[in-house]
């Protein structure tokens, strides 16, 4: 028999409500974008402050993992860079995956897009370097502005709002995944000195598991972890960044529920009568069969790709990608002469690479595909949306910083490269902003004439 019914006390009532309004909030892109910049900015500001040592200390805190006679240790900053950032590429995986499925990627054609544009924002930004270094000992820098920061250029565009088109979002996040995963395979081709191939095969062993797992019917996502774990421990050991796993696992994330037996709604309509049936007859102890066909089913009402963009986007938001921010924007100015030539030509060459050759090649590329008939713009993609994410493409930051400590050995080249960097996705993001409230001042005035 159930209990009879009680009023709710005031201040559950209130605590409803604050968690409702909390979860509302949480769903605003602009906040999540706001967070990010804030904690970039705190990082960037903690950095060159007299509390330097005390940001340098804590990144490099070791955290150890044992068990018996085995442990690991790791960086706080590897933690995040390459264990939390893998849950972010999961999401921006699955997203990818969900768009392949039926969205803007839906066909090989309009796949085509986001490919030539990534292929064109890589392209330009090495020539422009090359053209300003070739021949000097910084032109092994060529690679620092060719990557695109997902995580950032996400975030900006975020800051606009939900006026600015779906297709622009996926679009910047189809070229930022294609981007980053040629600087993975140029940061493993040039800046590699061995490949463990070893690590390859573990790597396969997960992706098998998880295919396994799916022709298993294993619907739960906890059920995943394990097989995810060994792919990303695989890339780890091969050398490559490890955080390529999470786009790996989000691609391979199923578009269509687990096959049942009937569907969802069915089984729902179905056990709940019967759980009803039950506790009249006062069966309490019978319902946990239907509880437990109840559960599976409304689990199965969503498809797991979108069940895995709605439980971690809250977190990724603002847990991982603000955490991400404050690890990797806190660049030193100090160190960075820029009175030598070489210096000058590096931060010179980095700042016009990713502020004017990416959008250059990002547009160009498109422009191409588009009027030789190889694929079309994406539904609700303009060419002032094309221009937007060729300006945001040029945010390089944590991947750009990456490889130029790969590049360069000499400390004032590094220094260079590393403010040119945060200097180029500073100007990057403010052009983005400004053309994207440009734009969208434009759509208001043209919805008020008509």
Known sequence: MSA???????????????????????HIEAVSGIALLLAAL??????????????????????????GDFSVSRSLHFLVNDGLMTVFFLVVGAEIRQEIHNGALASFRMAMLPLGAALGGVLMPALIYLAINHGTDAANGWAVPTATDIAFAVGVLALLGKSIPGGVRVLLLALAIIDDIVAILIIALFYT??????????????????????????????AYIVPGAIMWFGLLKTGVHPTLAGVVLGLMTPVRSMPMRERPLDTIQRTFHEMVDRLSDKEEESVAKPLKQLRQAQREILSPVQ????????????????????????????????????SQHVFLAVILALVAGKPMGVIFACFLLVKSKM????????????????????????????????????????????????????????????????QMSSSRKARALA
């Open 4 to 26: 009879p019914f009680q009023p709710i006390p005031r201040p559950q009532q209130l605590t409803e409500r604050a968690l409702s309004a909390l979860e509302r909030f949480s």
């Open 375 to 438: 694929c079309d713009l994406p539904a609700g993609v303009t060419w002032p949306g094309v221009c937007l994410v060729g300006l945001l493409a040029g945010i390089g930051f944590t991947m750009s910083i990456f490889i130029a400590s790969l590049a360069f050995s000499d400390e004032s080249l590094l220094s260079a490269s590393k403010l040119s960097v945060l200097c180029a996705s500073a100007i990057a993001a403010l052009l983005g902003l400004t053309w994207g409230w440009m």
């Open 42 to 67: 705190t990082a960037l500001a903690w950095a060159n402050s007299a509390f330097a040592e005390s940001y340098e200390h804590l990144w490099h805190t070791q955290i150890t993992f044992g068990i």
């Open 307 to 342: 069940r895995i963009q709605g439980a971690l986007h809250p977190w990724v938001a603002f847990g991982i990608m603000p955490l991400f921010a404050l690890a990797n924007a806190g660049v030193s100015l100090a160190g960075a002469d820029l009175g030598k030539d070489l």
């Open 193 to 222: 000195t061995s490949l463990d191939y070893s690590g390859i095969v573990i790597a396969v062993v997960g992706v098998l598991l998880v295919l396994a797992f799916q022709r298993m019917g294993i619907g739960k996502a906890i």
